[in-house]
Antibody, heavy 120, light 108 residues
Framework: EMQLVESGGGLVQPGGSLRLSCAAS????????MNWVRQAPGKGLEWVSY????????YYADSVKGRFTISRDNAKNSLSVQMNSLRAEDTAVYYC?????????????WGQGTMVTVSS | SYVLTQPPSVSVAPGQTARITCGGN??????VHWYQQKPGQAPVLVVY???DRPSGIPERFSGSNSGNTATLTISRVEAGDEADYYC???????????FGTGTKVTVL
């Protein structure tokens, strides 16, 4: 079964840091582009960041640029995002999501999400 | 930045057809994807590249896209279709993915 499992969420103070991870299984992780998407409580989906299959290309939403860093370890089938200088508005459920493949950039596999709360 | 606008809510009786629009500047030139999200669950891809469906998604879900509006159509609506629906595109000039504002579908 193809699966993504996020971890690393929790409560952090404003200005603090947190590192989220996403463990992939059931597919060849190194062949797929990956993304982070977040959803603030009661709000819609917001794309956060993208990384290509080989890790050479990354993109960020303006709201997190300069504060978040996406990375991946294909040998460990793992995706990560390092979040620094966290703000209250970063409070959200964070999902990792796999892209369909070369023919489409839709997100076909999603994790269950991990909650990040930024509060003093 | 690129904005995708959806109606906040759509109500439909069981067995009828629900149409959810996604408005964006020249969206007809882009590949549009649609996601279904039920409370407390992760989103599920229901239509991608306007018209394709992942395996396991019923044929009742279909999409179209032209001009400034993309549409997700749910035929023969069932109670289990009650959920939030989001459209999504890749905006090449900003190198960003963009999600629509979301539509809550209520089955009467």
């Amino acid at each position: 079964e193809m699966q993504l499992v996020e971890s690393g969420g929790g409560l952090v103070q404003p200005g603090g840091s947190l590192r989220l991870s996403c463990a992939a299984s059931g597919f060849t992780f190194s062949s797929y582009d990956m993304n982070w998407v977040r959803q603030a409580p009661g709000k819609g989906l917001e794309w956060v960041s993208y990384i290509s299959s080989g890790g050479t290309t990354v993109y960020y939403a303006d709201s997190v640029k300069g504060r978040f860093t996406i990375s991946r370890d294909n040998a460990k089938n793992s995706l990560s995002v390092q979040m620094n200088s966290l703000r209250a508005e970063d409070t959200a459920v964070y999902y990792c999501a796999r892209e369909v493949g070369p023919a489409s950039d839709a997100f076909d596999i999603w994790g269950q999400g991990t909650m990040v709360t930024v509060s003093s | 930045s690129y904005v995708l606008t959806q109606p906040p809510s759509v109500s439909v009786a069981p067995g009828q057809t629900a149409r959810i629009t996604c408005g964006g500047n020249n969206i007809g030139s882009k590949n549009v994807h649609w996601y279904q999200q039920k409370p407390g669950q992760a989103p599920v891809l229901v239509v991608y590249d306007e018209i394709d469906r992942p395996s396991g998604i019923p044929e009742r879900f279909s999409g179209s896209n032209s001009g400034n509006t993309a549409t997700l159509t749910i035929s023969r609506v069932e109670a289990g279709d009650e959920a939030d629906y989001y459209c999504q595109v890749w905006h090449i000039s900003s190198e960003n993915y963009v999600f629509g504002t979301g539509t809550k579908v209520t089955v009467l």
